[in-house]
């Protein structure tokens, strides 16, 4: 693939607190990336890098091997749409989205094409002289992108444009900007702080946090795979486990042996084990490697969120099954569903 964006030692700091730290990240041609963390990781002012919106302290940022540090950003192929829409209030749908192609001067007839185009892929033909105030919350966003793509640019950034979206909604929409990325095929540079928006829209995440990036991968690499403790309990829940590898793909925890895949430990390495709480067994306690007492339980829907403790921890567990609290349950889990972790990866690394 082709690298379009490069972050080169990036580094930006306000009154003095330093926000991105020698930061350094490229981004592919057509792809969907999301900057996903906790609120002030330096996400969105990254975004805002990209977009020229910010200066850098030090480092650079190169677009298509051409330098665009310095430039201001109605000179980049860039466009961007924020969370707050800034759509103009006074204007109709259709003066919103042609608004930049008459700054530029563009023809009227090619203007009119596409607006027409814009508006057919956000799914909103005909709304052209809807005022922006007749407009839900939904429909105001769909206006936004189509106001971005109706310039066709080769990178669209997303500030945490679906945040205030109903939960539906916003589901929705998600499905929608991933087809959209397809149909457009460029790049999407997208930022949440939602790790399941995250997980479910993206090609490629960057789980950041203090200005550095934690870990970059697929979304099933950071779900199943995290590199350090900020990931695991960052993304999805996670029960963490003080253990010890033994060798032979053997780790001990919890008094009990169990079979894993890792294999980049020394023998009798000491491990923390990672086993997400939908990858445990329940089993007759009889046949259990361990043993818990349910001490609060949630009904989710789908499956009851029962919490457990094992030996004065805690732990989350997943099931469709209901069990009473206070009674005591069995657990084991399979060899593939246990991700093991050098005990000094960070917990805010």
Known sequence: MKKLIELKNITKSFDEQIILDDFNL??????????????????TTLLRIIGGFENTDEGHVVFDNQDITKLAPNDRQINTVFQKYALFPHLN??????????LKKRDEQEINELVKWSLKLVNLSNYEQRDIDRLSGGQQQRVAI??????????????????????????????????????????????????????????????????????????????????NRFVANFIGESNIIPGKYLGN????????????????????????VVIRPEDFDVVNLENAKIKGIVTDKVFKGVHYE????????????????????????????????????????????
Request: proline letters at 3%; aromatic letters at 8%; a negative charge.
């Open 249 to 272: 793909k053997l780790v001990e925890f919890e008094n009990a042996i169990f079979e894993c895949v890792d294999t980049n430990f020394k023998e009798n390495e000491l491990c923390d």
């Open 26 to 43: 490229y981004i592919n041609e057509n792809e969907f990336i999301t900057l996903v963390g906790p609120s002030g990781c330096g996400k």
């Open 306 to 349: 029962l919490c457990l403790d094992v030996n004065n921890k805690e732990y989350i567990i997943h099931t469709y099954e209901d069990a009473q609290i206070g009674s005591t349950i069995g657990l084991n889990v399979d060899a593939f569903e246990i991700h093991l972790m050098k005990v000094n990866s960070l917990e805010n690394a």
């Open 93 to 102: 749908v259709y003066d919103n989205i042609a608004f930049g192609l008459r």
């Open 146 to 227: 189509a106001r971005a793509i109706v310039n066709k640019p080769k990178v669209l950034l997303l500030d945490e444009p679906l945040g205030a979206l109903d939960l539906k909604l916003r589901q929705n929409m998600q499905y929608e900007l991933k087809e959209l990325q397809k149909k457009l095929h460029i790049t999407f540079v997208f930022v949440t702080h939602d790790q399941e928006e995250a997980l479910s829209m993206s090609d490629t995440v960057v789980v950041m946090n203090n200005g550095q990036i934690q870990q970059i991968g697929t979304p099933e690499d950071i779900y199943n795979e995290p590199k």
